[in-house]
Structure formats: structure tokens, C-alpha cells
């Protein structure tokens, strides 16, 4: 099944996407993926679940190009800038889809903590990539 290994790794990467927001791509890469926490109810809409998926598809594309990118850098300097404009490229990519930096993480800390969250939010994302 590899589709579904794709969609798992995609929402896997979504989370150290967002963390570009706030940290360097050293600081993300060394966190590793939250501890499963007791489950909070969630009260998204399907319409945020599926503007959260398209999101977290594009921001997903810009660490890919990222880590691309970062792996030919020359040195610590010219990293720096690319992250930084990774950073930017990542919050629109957020925004440019209706919804805040705040909602996007607001969703994603949710889907880390409730399993039915991610898994509707994995169904999507399998949905639209058909």
C-alpha cells in the first residue's frame, strides 16, 4: 500500500513543516513527533478539516523543497536564508488557503492528539490526491 505510506509520511512531515514557523530546520529535524496524549474532543468543521488538508499539502511541498535545497547549501549562512524563506512560503501557503498560522497549528496539535482527527484528516487528503 504504498499510497497509504505516502499520505502517512505527508501528515508525518506536516508536522516538522510547521515547526519551520518558529524554529530552524536543525531544531525540527532533532524533535521528534509528539508523545500520544489522552484524547481531546475536537470541533473542526469538515470544511476546516479539508481547507487544513490542502494546506498541509502545500506546506508539506515546501519542506521537500527544503530539505532539497538545504542539502546543496554551501554553508550555515545561505541555510539560514533558506529557511527563512521557507518560513515565509510555508505561513502563506497557510494563509493563501484561509486560515491562520493559529488555526493550522490549532488543527495540527488536535490531530496529534485525537486519532479520529488525524485519521479524517488522512481520509481527505487520500481523497483528494485521487
Known amino acids: 500500500m504504498p499510497h497509504c505510506s505516502r499520505t502517512s509520511q505527508l501528515l508525518a512531515g506536516v508536522a516538522g513543516a510547521v515547526m519551520l514557523m518558529g524554529a530552524g530546520l536543525l531544531e525540527a529535524r532533532a524533535q521528534q513527533q ?6 481531546v474532543p475536537s470541533e473542526f468543521s469538515l470544511s476546516e478539516i ?18 532539497t535545497r538545504v542539502q546543496a547549501a554551501e554553508d550555515a549562512e545561505e541555510i539560514d536564508q533558506l529557511q527563512q524563506q521557507a518560513q515565509q512560503d510555508a505561513q502563506a501557503a497557510v ?36
Do not use: H
Not at 508539506?60 to 527544503?66: A, F, G, I, P
Open 50 to 67: 479539508e481547507t487544513f488538508a490542502d494546506a498541509a499539502v502545500e506546506v508539506r511541498q515546501v519542506q521537500e523543497d527544503l530539505e
Open 95 to 130: 494563509e493563501d488557503n484561509g486560515l491562520s498560522v493559529d488555526q493550522y497549528n490549532a488543527i495540527l496539535q488536535a490531530a496529534n492528539q485525537d486519532p479520529q482527527l488525524y485519521a479524517m484528516i488522512v481520509e481527505v487528503i487520500q481523497r483528494k490526491a485521487r
Open 34 to 39: 509528539p508523545q500520544p496524549q489522552p484524547a
